[in-house]
């Protein structure tokens, strides 16, 4: 049990005992409702045991068992050995015996032990948990605290954890080639789905900066792996996509991240999160939203002669986090689900999440060089639907037509029209253009132009919007940066966009401190 002593949850080693087994008569087409009342119903963990289980009699020779273990005392690689346990106790009653199981040579507070010492105390600078400590403040400085995701819906002020999921499957002929691609890169196929994972953000528009969550078994003995017990670990795995690169490059810094990652997995992630200190919110996951797992522990297998047994599937509508997904090898496919947030995603949308990372799949086994821009994550019905539908009426089907275009043909139809009202200043469209022509001919005197980026430190006003035309009759591209961001993540975002230079207000000019060429 675990109780609270001066608010702050212990635990507390009973003495052996048998678990109560709750008995119920029901009949088949009661069993789903019944089974997810009983695995949904949660615990009292300070005055009960973290595991319940309920016999649920069908009839004379069928029946289903319901094992409900609490996460504070088992994980993934914990089903296995309970399997067994349970076998073992089925054979044993059924020879009316009671069971005998042979002595572990390690129990988990031995493990509890182990790792505190091995740990040692934050005090010490050089204790393991210290320079730990050391490197995850350096490699999550400056994490967003929220990535951009393709939601239908605005994420509510309280997460309510409902969930759905969408199967996902990679075939044989593509794992294949996901395997062939981690080997020459040196990595493994969890590094390679994790890129693809990345990439697919990116391209939906998550930004460059990409945590994604995961777990690592954390059994780091062989001792250890029969003991049923909460080992895992959560790791914050930071993916940068930034500069457009290939994806074999991508593949290549995820291996670099998680390598580091995996050599500094023993911090608990309770203790991160207080460490990084994100700014808190009851609407979402702390740094990370978007998760990734995959399922490599031992299978829990139920066998004995003159018995059959199978599971009972079972959808529970829970969701940890906005985005899950899980993944299991077996006979050389990858096959899984995809969790999401019901707050969040309609299923039509989690499912094109999973289409459009199948095709993202299958283009990077393709090609593992191709950029990640000019990677193609639509179908044909939604590249009609943008083309098409979306096109809207403002030119003939066929005649390419640019923005610069588009606004001097305005500027054409209205010039008096007022285009533009801000903070007093109303200009008409002839106006904008004017002021935008003067500052777009000195921009292309300094060189900017197709494929070059320009940074606009500007605050939202008429300047900004000036600004704006300008670039793009200049023929470049612009990089809004707003002037109250936080200083590393301007640098970021300069680092990242590489702009030939710099526009700015008088009023905002500081904030690019150090930047070369300015207008």
Not at 71 to 98: F, K, N, Q
Not at 400 to 408: G, K
Not at 425 to 437: I, K, M, N, P, T
Request: charged residues 20%.
């Amino acid at each position: 049990m675990f109780p609270e002593v001066g608010g702050v949850a212990c635990q507390r080693v009973l003495d052996p005992a048998e678990p109560e087994l709750e008995q119920v008569h029901l009949g088949e087409a009661e069993l789903a409702d019944a089974l997810l009342a009983s695995v949904s119903r949660g615990f009292d963990l300070a005055v009960e045991p973290p595991l319940r289980a309920t016999l649920f009699t069908l009839g004379p020779d069928e029946h289903v068992i319901a094992l409900v273990l609490h996460h504070i005392a088992g994980d993934g690689w914990s089903m296995a050995p309970l399997a067994r346990d349970v076998i073992t106790a089925y054979e044993a009653r059924s020879r009316g015996c009671a069971p005998s199981w042979a002595p572990l040579p390690v129990q988990y507070a031995d493990y509890a032990l182990w790792q505190r010492e091995l740990l040692g105390e934050e005090s010490d600078p050089g204790s393991l948990v210290s320079r730990q400590v050391g490197f995850w403040r350096v490699a999550l400085a400056g994490l967003p605290d929220e990535i951009a995701l393709p939601a239908d819906r605005p994420r509510p002020a309280v997460a309510s954890y409902r969930g759905g999921s969408v199967p996902v499957s990679v075939g044989v002929e593509e794992v294949r080639r996901l395997r062939a691609l981690a080997r020459e890169a040196n990595a493994s196929l969890f590094m390679v789905v994790q890129a693809a994972l990345a990439a697919l953000l990116t391209r939906l528009g998550a930004g460059t900066d990409v945590p994604i969550g995961s777990v690592v078994a954390g059994r780091v003995d062989e001792a250890l792996d029969d003991l049923v017990g909460m080992f895992v670990n959560t790791l914050v795995l930071r993916t940068d996509t930034g500069g457009d690169p290939g994806f074999r490059e991508l593949v290549g810094r995820v291996r670099e991240v998680d390598l580091a990652a995996y050599a500094h997995q023993d911090l608990p992630f309770e203790r991160l999160v207080e460490i990084v200190s994100p700014a808190r919110s009851m609407a979402r996951h702390p740094l990370f939203q978007v998760a990734l797992t995959f399922q490599n522990n031992p299978a829990a297998k139920l066998e004995l002669d003159g018995l059959s047994v199978e599971p009972e599937p079972l959808e529970i509508g829970v969701a940890k986090f906005d985005l899950l997904m899980s993944l299991t090898e077996t006979a050389g496919e990858l096959t899984g689900s995809l969790e999401y947030a019901t707050d969040l995603f309609d299923p039509e949308t989690a499912e094109g999440l999973v289409s459009r990372f199948l095709r993202l799949i299958h283009a990077v086994t393709a090609d593992p060089d191709v950029s990640l821009s000019a990677i193609d994550i639509l179908d044909a019905r939604e590249r009609h639907t943008i083309l098409h539908e979306w096109s809207g009426t403002g030119s003939s089907p066929g005649v390419p037509s640019t923005i610069a275009e588009e606004f001097e043909a305005q500027v054409a139809r209205s010039p008096h029209a007022v285009a533009v009202v801000g903070s007093g200043v109303e200009l008409s469209y002839g106006e904008l253009d004017a002021r935008a022509g003067v500052l777009a001919r000195v921009l292309v005197g300094l060189g900017v132009g197709p494929e070059r980026f320009v940074a606009l430190v500007v605050p939202r006003s008429v300047e900004l919007v000036v600004a704006v035309v300008a670039v793009v009759k200049a023929g470049g591209a612009y990089v809004p940066i707003d002037p109250g961001y936080p200083a590393e993540r301007v640098g970021h975002m300069v680092r990242d966009a590489g702009p030939v230079l710099a526009v700015a207000v008088s009023e905002s000019e500081g904030v690019l401190a150090g930047f070369g060429r300015r207008v």
